[in-house]
């Protein structure tokens, strides 16, 4: 499995490093855990991502020109150091690495699950685990999913009815509108999608990086809910002040 | 009591398994799960049939022979406790319960509800150790452990090696168990010296095994007749990360 | 009919003399000595992987010999001795309370009531102290005080704290220290390990062992396995008696066969009946579970004053309640030696004051304790066996008295062996419960681990390379006829079992022998019993070999394939179990002859005519054993009679 020379971006010798195999058992696989460390660190990279984005959305509630700036000045930071638009390039390329990372070490594992139990149990109640946790794999592929259909939206303006790239804010406004509540309807599925991936995800993050109190653990799992919770309703108030009317 | 016992039945490693149906009637609500199948057993060999084949042997939940998903639990439904310590006062009358083996990759079926474990055994080859070759050791007061490290350190070696962690887990892995042994032999001072490569060793083997990666899900811990605990997972991921990364030590 | 002859004596010819305090140390020093480069030409099968076999395998291959170690389970870490639950003894003295290696010498020949050799047990008191050492290098988790210091407490009725404990599960945490130090052997090529094989055979080429004759209980696969010594470390026969506090598996085949093979068997009338255990609930009981002994620190003991009385305790007021324990042992009260304990409540259960399904179980009661400590203190001291307790039987032992009954636990008997561990057979080691060395009549609580350690870690792996000196030893020619007879006897065995297609099954006949030899060579035995056991255990082994039904084949994993083989040694062993206990007219420890007794009741010893190790030569099956007797001295430790009053 040797994805992970493949694999580019800055946190390449870090994934190097932790998913080699051992030393001292020398063996062909990467590591497990090591690819752990690195799902959880791209993880929460994105996490990181996810709160700097959110607090620009919810400029809308300030006023128009405030979130047209905000774009416009996403666009302006590093210069005069940076030519223009750079930082938002090294943003997007460092996004997509943890992004892949993330992804391609979520697959390694799935498929190695997968392989770790080829005959299921006939009999098999819920699992005692919560939702949140079952629901990683396919939570991530909804995520995965929205984002696509997001950029096209709202970065490209593909599949905006507006789609004028100088003004966001108008372009957020016709998303939301009211006949187009499919749009809404997905945005807020896949909102969900999020929280739920990382109420689970977060506690995950911090186990993988070593959290090993238990009251460390009952601490991890309730800063898990309270980003997340965060993190949805923020997002979720942007559609829905423009659906009620409260933004236009 | 009378139950009704589907029971996966497979003669062979490679041969096809399938689940079969038994009344078992008239047992003592006092009897043991294993004594049930006990006499289950006796009266399929009266009846020609060939017995269910099991493993067990202390039959006091310490020695880790023991186990079977019961109703698609490790272990059965009482929490704590190995399948030869579950008491069918724990069942109602008339019940249907489904017996099946552990099922993981790295741990083939033998034979009915007999599985071959020797993966565990890889994995504490691979270090779950601390080399100490006999007479070279100083007296046992020489090293004053705190109590608080030694009973983590207790708790952590109380794993009988049973595999239910395994059998739960939504991803087949044997974290659980692994961090166990990291833990125990980590937390005292005579482990420190092969803590780096302990716990390196160890994840190697876990994944040659063919155990899946752990992504924290729980179910292992409820299941564990000895209540590991889960944050042990945690010290291991962090002693791995150090091994690796060398940061701290 | 004759049951026995006599034969000539037998003394121990390894055993060094001179102070007692030098002889280990001279006896090391006169063994040859094995060089390094040589070790690697030498190879020692292990039969075993319990603290004895565990032990001795690692150190072996750490000291460069090449060794193979079997086990009938599917992991060594899975041995008997994970089940010792109470703690090591070991003379270190670290409370300061008058401990000594002669102290706990002194104690463990007493205990043994003047059965055991003065030699092996000084030395196996001196090696103890470089156990708990070994130990806790290798990351035994022992319970510590709050200055990281290791804890002890007292056990077993010593008036000193020389146990020490890893809570109630010392020999999981010691057994995991041995496996973990195999494992690493295993992992550096120096062990073979194989699980899930069972030691169907011994090899005897030229008067030497040199192999085992093992099958693959998987496969059914039969294969013979030669080296130049064998260590036999297969555990204790408990399960002799069906219901016992050993795991399943427990046997005497490795033994048994050995035995059939020439090597002396001693002693296999002592037997240890543990008091404290939870009693048979009904016809389906497969094993029973031991509570440990502390529970009589705080417990009292008590039976209904009236026969056939079976109100609920709570309805049975304090002045028709008999303390039978305090009423006749006022000193020593509920703690009383384990023997002593057991036959109290037997007597009590035999006059029909039992309590209980079937009438035996006496009371164990915790409601003084309770009030006057607080329950939360009880709690404190005994949660875990209380909850273990309620898992089983279902009832609540801070609200109804537990219910408890002596259970067979150990089994002080073994192969024969002298000073170095060898049995009579040369290249033939023997060691843990397995061998009868070091505990005479009766075992002290806490020993047997510490026997089962000092075999392995320290005396066998000196003792064995004076042996080994003289080695490499001719390779064995697999068409040599003494491999082909004995591979030839397992074949034939096997097919035997199988070709009875009976109407009976192996448990049925193993549970009608375990209640033979409990009511007739259990916990106290007479002469009319014991002639009545023996020809009842025959008419039942010719019954097995023309009754029992075997299902499946030889060549799968085939579990009931695996007991009947067991149970047919068993058959043998009984009748030499109630032989032995049959010669013996006298009480000594762990064997109590009703026609050995004082006027009130207590064993009788006596020393002029039985201050012997009884060692059994097989002359065939239901042929009269030669009995050898190896006559014990003590220069030390003087015979005093035991007296608990
Ligand atoms: C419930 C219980 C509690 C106890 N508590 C204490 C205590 O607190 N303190 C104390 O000192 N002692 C205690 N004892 C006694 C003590 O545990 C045992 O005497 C001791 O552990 C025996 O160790 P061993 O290595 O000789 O044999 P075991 O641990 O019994 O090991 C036997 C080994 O031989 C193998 N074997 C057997 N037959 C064959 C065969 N035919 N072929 C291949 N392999 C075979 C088995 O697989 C196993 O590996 C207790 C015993 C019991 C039953
Ligand atoms: C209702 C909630 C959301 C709104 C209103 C919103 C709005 C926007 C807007 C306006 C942009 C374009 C910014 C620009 O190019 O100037 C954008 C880009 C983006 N959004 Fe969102 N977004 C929302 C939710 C999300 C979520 C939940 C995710 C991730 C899971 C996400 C990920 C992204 C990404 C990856 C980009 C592209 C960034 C880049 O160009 O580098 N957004 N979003
Ligand atoms: C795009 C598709 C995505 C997929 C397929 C995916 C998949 C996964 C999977 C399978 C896990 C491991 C599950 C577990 O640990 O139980 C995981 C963990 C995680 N994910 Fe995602 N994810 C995706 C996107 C995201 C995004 C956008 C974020 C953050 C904004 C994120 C943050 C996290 C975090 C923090 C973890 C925890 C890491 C750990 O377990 O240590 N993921 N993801
Ligand atoms: S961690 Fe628990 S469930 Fe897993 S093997 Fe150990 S005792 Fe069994
Ligand atoms: S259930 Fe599996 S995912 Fe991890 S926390 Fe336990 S090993
Ligand atoms: S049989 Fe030993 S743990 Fe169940």
Same mark, same amino acid.
């Given at each position: ?68 700036? @905000? ?115 997905? @945005? ?46 923020? @997002? ?13 | ?249 | ?509 193993? #549970? ?28 039942? #082994?010719?019954?097995?070999?023309? #009754? ?98």
């Amino acid at each position: 499995m040797h994805w992970t020379n493949r694999t580019f971006g800055p946190s390449v010798g870090l994934v190097a490093v932790l998913t080699a195999p051992s030393r001292a058992v020398p063996r062909k696989r990467a590591s497990s855990v090591g690819l752990k460390l690195v799902m959880a660190a791209s993880g929460l990279l994105l996490v990181l991502f996810l709160f700097a984005h959110m607090a620009g959305n919810l400029k809308i509630f300030v006023g128009a020109a405030s979130f047209d700036h @905000y774009a416009h000045w996403l666009r302006d930071i590093g210069t005069p150091l940076l030519p223009r638009t750079w930082y938002l390039w090294l943003q997007r390329v460092g996004l997509t690495a943890a992004v892949v990372a993330h992804i391609a070490s979520a697959a390694v594992l799935a498929r190695r699950a997968r392989a770790a139990r080829p005959v299921r149990y006939a009999h098999r109640p819920k699992v005692q685990g919560s939702y949140a946790a079952r629901t990683m794999r396919w939570g991530g592929v909804i995520i995965l999913l929205f984002v696509v259909f997001h950029v096209l939206d709202l970065t490209t303006g593909t599949l905006n009815p507006v789609g004028d790239a100088q003004h966001p804010h108008a372009n957020v406004v016709a998303d939301f509108a009211p006949s187009r509540w499919y749009v809404t309807l997905f @945005y807020t599925l896949a909102i969900v999608a999020v929280g739920f991936h990382l109420r689970h995800g977060i506690f995950s993050a911090l186990r993988t990086f070593g959290q090993q109190s238990p009251r460390g653990e009952h601490r991890a799992r309730a800063i898990a809910l309270v980003l997340s919770v965060v993190l949805v309703v923020g @997002y979720l108030s942007v559609p829905f002040a423009v659906l009620s009317g409260l933004v236009s | 009591m009378d139950i009704t016992l589907r029971v996966w039945r497979q003669a062979g490693p490679t041969e096809r398994g399938r689940m079969v149906t038994y009344l078992v009637e008239d047992i003592s609500p006092d009897a043991s799960f294993l004594e049930m199948l006990d006499v289950l057993n006796e009266r399929l060999i009266l009846e020609g049939d060939e017995p269910i084949a099991f493993d067990h042997d202390c039959r006091e939940g310490i020695c880790g022979m023991c186990g079977m998903m019961i109703n698609g639990v490790a272990h059965g439904p009482e929490r704590a406790t190995t399948t030869c310590q579950l008491h069918m006062r724990h069942f109602k009358d008339g019940d249907t319960i489904e017996v099946e083996p552990w099922r993981a990759a790295a741990f083939p079926v033998v034979r009915d509800l007999v599985v071959d474990r020797s993966a565990f055994d890889r994995i504490i080859q691979a270090g779950g150790y601390i080399t100490a070759p006999t007479g070279a050791a100083p007296d046992a007061h020489a090293t004053p452990v705190p109590k608080a490290d030694a009973d983590a350190a207790f708790e952590a070696a109380t794993c009988i090696g049973c595999g239910a962690c395994v059998a739960a887990c939504p991803n087949g892995s044997a974290m659980l168990f692994t961090a166990a042994k990291v833990g125990h032999l980590g937390l005292l001072p005579q482990g420190q010296p092969e803590r780096d490569s302990r716990v390196s060793g160890m994840v190697a083997a876990h994944d040659e095994a063919g155990f899946g990666g752990c992504t924290n899900t729980g179910e292992c811990t409820t299941v564990c007749p000895k209540g590991i605990p889960l944050t042990l997972i945690g010290r291991l991921n962090s002693d791995y990360r150090k091994s690796r990364t060398g940061r701290g030590r | 009919m004759k049951l026995w002859n006599e034969g000539d004596p037998i003394a121990d010819k390894a055993a060094p003399d001179g102070p007692i305090e030098t002889r280990w140390e001279r006896r090391q020093f006169g063994a040859k000595l094995v060089n390094p480069a040589n070790r690697r030409k030498l190879t020692v099968i292990v039969v075993g992987t319990g603290l004895a076999g565990g032990s001795a395998a690692a150190t072996l291959a750490e000291a460069g010999y090449k060794v193979r170690s079997y086990c009938y389970q599917d992991s060594p870490r899975r041995a008997h001795s994970i089940a010792a639950q109470g703690g090591i003894n070991a003379a270190k003295n670290y409370r300061n309370d008058g401990d000594s290696v002669y102290r706990l010498f002194y104690d463990t020949v007493k205990g043994g009531d003047f059965r055991a050799r003065e030699s092996n047990v000084y030395r196996l008191a001196q090696v103890s102290v470089n156990i708990i050492d070994q130990c806790v290098a290798q990351g035994v988790p022992f319970a510590r005080e709050y200055g990281g210091l290791l804890d002890n407490r007292s056990f077993g009725g010593t008036q000193v704290s020389r146990t020490f404990y890893a809570r109630g599960q010392t020999g999981q945490q010691l057994l995991l220290g041995a496996y973990q130090a195999m494992e690493r052997q295993i992992a550096a090529g120096n062990i073979e390990m194989h699980a899930r094989h069972e030691m169907l055979e011994l090899v005897v080429v030229d008067g030497r062992a040199r192999g085992v004759v093992v099958r693959d209980l998987v496969t059914g696969e039969i294969t013979t396995d030669f080296a130049d010594a064998v260590v036999l470390a297969s555990g204790g026969y408990g399960n002799v008696f069906f219901l016992s506090t050993n795991a399943k598996g427990c046997n005497v085949t490795a033994t048994w066969r050995a035995h059939r093979k020439g090597a002396l068997f001693a002693n296999p009338c002592y037997t240890q009946i543990h008091p404290t255990c939870i009693p048979e609930s009904g016809t389906h009981q497969s094993k029973l579970t031991l509570m440990s002994e502390s529970l009589r620190n705080d417990g009292r003991v008590w039976v209904p004053k009236r026969a056939g009385d079976d109100r609920k305790p709570a309805d049975i007021a304090e002045d028709e309640r008999d303390y039978y324990l305090e009423r006749i042992y006022p000193s020593f009260g509920n703690l009383v030696p384990r023997d002593i304990a057991s036959r109290a409540a037997k007597n009590v259960c035999d006059e029909g004051r039992g309590v209980g399904p079937g009438g035996l179980g006496v009371y164990l009661d915790f409601a003084d304790a309770i009030t006057r400590l607080g329950r939360p203190a009880v709690e404190a001291k005994y949660g875990n066996l209380f909850e273990m307790y309620q898992r089983i039987t279902g009832e609540d032992p801070y609200v109804t008295p537990m219910r408890i009954y002596p259970a067979v636990h150990y089994t002080m008997g073994g192969l024969w062996v002298d000073y170095d561990l060898q049995s009579t057979i040369p290249g033939l080691f023997v060691i843990g419960e397995a061998n009868f060395s070091d505990h005479g009549a009766n075992r002290l609580g806490a020993s047997a681990l510490m026997q089962g350690l000092a075999d392995g870690y320290f005396v066998l792996p000196n003792t064995i390379n004076d042996y080994l000196a003289a080695g490499p030893y001719p390779a064995v020619a697999a068409d040599d006829p003494a491999v082909v007879s004995a591979r030839a006897s397992v074949e034939d065995r096997i097919s035997a079992l199988l070709a009875v297609d009976g109407d009976r099954t192996v448990d049925s006949f193993h #549970r009608e022998l375990g209640h033979i030899m409990w009511e007739y060579c259990g916990m106290d035995r007479t002469e009319q019993g014991l002639t009545k056991a023996i020809s009842l255990i025959r008419a039942l #082994r010719e019954e097995f070999w023309t #009754r029992v039904k075997v299902p499946g084949t030889g060549e799968q994993l085939n579990q009931n394939l695996e007991r009947a083989g067991r149970v047919a040694d068993f058959f043998e062993l009984a009748e030499l179990m109630c032989v032995d206990a049959l010669h013996r007219t006298e009480s000594c420890g762990g064997h109590f002859r009703a026609e050995s007794q004082t006027p009130d009741g207590e064993a009788l010893r006596h020393d002029d005519a039985f201050s012997y190790v009884a060692a059994w030569e097989f002359t065939g099956t239901g042929e009269p054993p030669v009995l050898h007797k190896e006559a014990l001295g003590f220069e030390y430790v003087h015979p005093t009679q035991r007296s608990y009053k």
